[in-house]
């Protein structure tokens, strides 16, 4: 049986949900799948990075940007385990305001609050670190084109 995955909950009973909820979980809810979202996009561009690293560029730039490609192909590997990480607390998130909407478990927004709160966090975290990780592979790349492309002029 396939893991339940937030994405794949039929429109008519999220609707449904959505109209058992009350504001705060309903709150919640929103939040919680437009983080999903954009979890997904961030696992769509960091595959992309990957692929950009290892597959394209290692192979044109010399042993002076060795280092450095390594260092992000890595920090690159530890934000892919982030991003699963807190997409697997955030699907948890979501299935439990899901539960108390349909009155499977009772409504605690309690402990829906604190659960939001550490996802908060850790979205935040993660949007850091992946803008700071671009930035850094966008300048790296940047040097090994502007190098490439001094040397081509010679």
Same mark, same amino acid.
């Given at each position: 049986?396939?893991?339940?995955?937030?994405?794949?909950?039929?429109?008519?009973?999220?609707?449904?949900?959505?109209?058992?909820?009350?504001?705060?979980? @309903? /709150? %919640? &809810?929103? #939040?919680?799948?437009?983080? !999903?979202?954009? @979890? /997904? %996009? &961030?696992? #769509?561009?960091?595959?992309? !990075?990957?692929? @950009?690293?290892?597959?394209?560029?290692?192979?044109?730039?010399?042993?002076?940007?060795?280092?450095?490609?390594?260092?992000?192909?890595?920090?690159?590997?530890?934000?892919?385990?982030?991003?699963?990480?807190?997409?697997?607390?955030?699907?948890?998130?979501?299935?439990?305001?899901?539960?108390?909407?349909?009155?499977?478990?009772?409504?605690?927004?309690?402990?829906?609050?604190?659960?939001?709160?550490?996802?908060?966090?850790?979205?935040?975290?993660?949007?850091?670190?992946?803008?700071?990780?671009?930035?850094?592979?966008?300048?790296?790349?940047?040097?090994?084109?502007?190098?490439?492309?001094?040397?081509?002029?010679?």
């Amino acid at each position: 049986m396939a893991a339940w995955h937030p994405t794949f909950t039929p429109k008519i009973r999220i609707m449904e949900t959505a109209l058992n909820m009350s504001a705060r979980s @309903l /709150q %919640f &809810y929103v #939040i919680a799948k437009k983080w !999903f979202s954009d @979890l /997904q %996009f &961030y696992k #769509i561009e960091t595959a992309f !990075f990957h692929s @950009l690293i290892e597959d394209h560029f290692i192979h044109l730039t010399g042993a002076k940007y060795m280092p450095g490609l390594r260092q992000v192909n890595n920090d690159l590997l530890k934000l892919d385990r982030d991003i699963d990480e807190t997409e697997g607390l955030l699907g948890g998130q979501i299935k439990h305001v899901e539960l108390m909407a349909e009155d499977i478990i009772p409504e605690d927004t309690e402990a829906a609050t604190i659960t939001q709160v550490q996802l908060e966090y850790r979205i935040t975290s993660l949007l850091h670190d992946y803008r700071q990780l671009k930035a850094e592979l966008f300048k790296l790349v940047e040097r090994v084109m502007r190098e490439t492309w001094a040397g081509e002029q010679s």
